[in-house]
């Protein structure tokens, strides 16, 4: 039934890609070195840690900034992060960033182009702007070009809009720089990511790399009350992700978990809360918690809600990328050679340009 949807779809898809290769739409290439971080498909590739590995890459180097659309925020147009983390007006995305990266500017627009104007006029001109689910916003064109695809849900399984996830049809993957396998296991055997390869089908002069997670120590989200993290055997899981199974296998591999899930980005209603509430107090176990991700954290730091689950063991699991190793290169060597290099060039071009000037 939804086949003839995708075929509507596809050809809105394919008409607006024929726009930007025949120049009626226009990709314009920034004068700041950006990275941008997308994927082909809905949600669910690992875009936050992510865009939070890049972040900690370059930001000790480089006046780094960071760009979002600012998901599900209840303001409009460009609006810069004040030392405030507030996901009603940042989104949650960007307000996690904001709390943990104090160090990096943190905006959020709707037009990232419009967007990337703002930073550079701004009081601290970024040398570096990592875009965040930008790989369909084709307005720009990013210097580092970054694709992501799940492990467990590869776009090359994938199918275009309505009958599956794709937002385009896979050979969008040819825009991209970088393509990284993320949530891949931890062991990865060399003839699995063979095959990978096989069928991501990328052409030579784009890298590839796999990643998996790394999850960190419980951390407490209100002040630290009751059962211990690490030894509680019961787990209430509260999330608001695209796809939790991940997290939900590593919790679980020691404790019983009860999964209350919600759609990626949700704002929590008190009601809800509230539920969540009574679901905790009748697990039946002297040792238990409630755990939450650090995006989904950043919502519930929200007075109403946070107010409603003061004096309750609830704890954010933080989370990292790490990659698997390459035998002639690394992401994190690529990465930084290529914002150095940009850089080079366009402090070059400036100073061409004012001489000429001149």
Known sequence: MLFPLSMWY???????????????????????????VGNLSTGGTGKTPMTEHLLRLLSDDYATAFLSRGYKRRTKGFVLADGEPDAGRLG????????????????????????IRRLMQGEHRPDVVVLDDVYQHRQVKPTVNILLTEYGRPFFRDRILPFGNLREFRSARHRANIVIVTKCPEKLDPVTKHNILLDLRV?????????????????????????????ASHVL???????????????????????????????????????????????????????????????????QQAELLQGLPVYQLPVQVRFHPQHDYDFDTCIRSSVKENITFLHSLHTAMNTFRG
């Open 10 to 36: 596809g050809i809105g898809v394919m008409l607006r890609n024929l726009m930007f290769a025949l120049g009626i739409k226009r990709e314009t290439a920034p004068h700041v070195t950006t990275i941008g």
């Open 203 to 231: 052409r030579n002069t784009q890298k590839v790399f796999f990643s998996y997670l790394e999850y960190g120590q419980p951390q407490p989200l209100f002040d630290p009350v009751g059962a211990d993290p690490e030894g």
């Open 237 to 303: 899981l509260l999330c608001g992700i695209a796809n939790p199974r991940p997290l939900v296998d590593h919790v679980g591999k020691n404790r019983t978990v009860v999964l209350r899930q919600f759609p990626d980005h949700h704002a929590f209603t008190a009601k809800e809360i509230l539920q969540v509430v009574q679901d905790f107090e009748a697990i039946e176990a002297d040792s238990k918690i409630i755990l939450t991700t650090e995006k989904d954290a950043a919502r519930l730091r929200a007075p």
């Open 92 to 115: 949650d995305e960007a307000a996690m960033v904001a709390a943990k990266f104090p160090g990096v500017t943190v905006a959020v627009c709707e037009q990232r182009l419009a967007g």
